[in-house]
């Protein structure tokens, strides 16, 4: 099992499109910055928008508003959508096989190294939203989503953990794009699908009223950050998100087991 | 039966958080953000002792249509609030408020009443003014 971690790891590291990912999310956020301190306008459709160049806690929840509905699913997607079709792609699963080491213990291997990449991914992004709305802007209480004054010590503590609250969100879109990757065997789907469909889903999620059905899009937990921030902390939603996401991570990992378990290993 | 008892929770849960936004709620939350942000705008004025608590903020909110019930997201809620200013007296602005379906809001002022965008507080810094327009949730 370690050897797997270690060789999908590597393979991962030196995927010149995981290179450029990692680049993007640590250099983006200081850039999209750069631009918001210095224009006139403000991206006032964004919560947090209109304080975006008087508070630098504002900027990670500007950026987390609007990177989460797309950004976070494609960053799931890129590394979860071909960890298994690219081994269709190169015809090496035959030889993978050979190897001592179970075909399980290889899915295994390969879900966990994608999880731990989106985790990181997620949390390289946030981590340089936050610092450069610090740099950029500076250490300024926040104002909470019902008006309060939130004292930066817990206003820093409140944005990481808006942050963090996507990541379940993030591995269930992660754990999708594996079912699709091992579903099509298609590197380009499984990239691809599970970020549309997240995409679209929370899209539905802002456009339309969803009541009970919300939380069970998983994807409208990429947005449920706001409780946190109103004078009396609402959970709820984001405990349902939560639920749902876990749920969700369970049911497409075990699809693509199935999948996997009934696959013709034949090589054509 | 012990199919009926599974679904139980989660018919609980669906109830639960179906998000049910009426006038009432959303003029709580619009209420209590003017408040705060009333307060914050005050102390930029150099008055650093009007707090948000003592200001007895109150806020109707109704859709625009005479028709059109007063619930649900929408952009046609209008907000009136209220504030009693310990200097000032009673104040009272009209704010046309846009509701998301996902339970926020965004809250814009008439500016004749609140002012400009930015504005200088009383150390001459120019700065967001806070009453202007304002987002918040529910």
Known sequence: MRAVLAVELRKLLALRRMRAAFAVVLVAPPVVAAVLQ???????????????????????????????????????????????????????????????????????????????????????????????????????????????????????????????????AALAVSAGALLVSAATRSSLLGVGVPALAAGGLGLAGQLAPLGGVRPLLVVTGLGDWHGLLLEDPALGPLEAAWAAALVAVVVLLAGAVLLLRRRDWAVP | MRRLLALAPVSALLAACGPSYDGDALATAVGRSFAHLYARSAAQDGRVDVRADDLQAG????????????????????????????????????????????????????????????????????????????????
């Open chain 1, 38 to 168: 210095l224009q006139q306008g403000l991206p006032t459709d964004t919560l947090y928008g209109r304080w975006v160049q008087d508070l630098g806690l504002a900027f990670p929840l500007v950026l987390l508003g609007s990177a989460g509905v797309w950004t976070i699913p494609i960053l799931a997607g890129l590394v979860a959508g071909d960890v298994l079709s690219s081994e269709d792609a190169h015809g090496t699963w035959a030889t993978l096989l050979t190897r001592s080491c179970s075909r399980w213990e290889l899915f295994w291997g390969k879900a966990l190294v994608a999880a731990g990449a989106t985790v990181v991914l997620v949390l390289v992004l946030g981590t340089s939203a936050i610092v450069s709305g610090l740099l950029f802007v500076g250490r300024q209480d926040l104002v909470g989503l019902s008006g309060q004054p939130i004292a930066f010590p817990s206003a820093l503590a409140l944005v990481a953990l808006a942050w963090l609250s996507t990541l379940p």
């Open chain 2, 59 to 138: 806020a109707r909110c109704a859709r625009g249509g005479e028709e059109t019930p007063d619930e649900g997201p929408g952009d046609d809620w209008r907000c009136v609030v209220a504030v009693s200013d310990p200097q000032l007296g009673r104040r009272q602005v009209v704010y046309e408020v846009v509701l998301k379906p996902d339970g926020c809001f965004s809250a814009e002022g008439p500016p004749e009443v609140v002012g400009d965008p930015r504005v200088r507080g009383a150390d001459g810094v120019l700065r967001l003014n806070p009453v202007y327009a304002f987002d918040g949730c529910l």
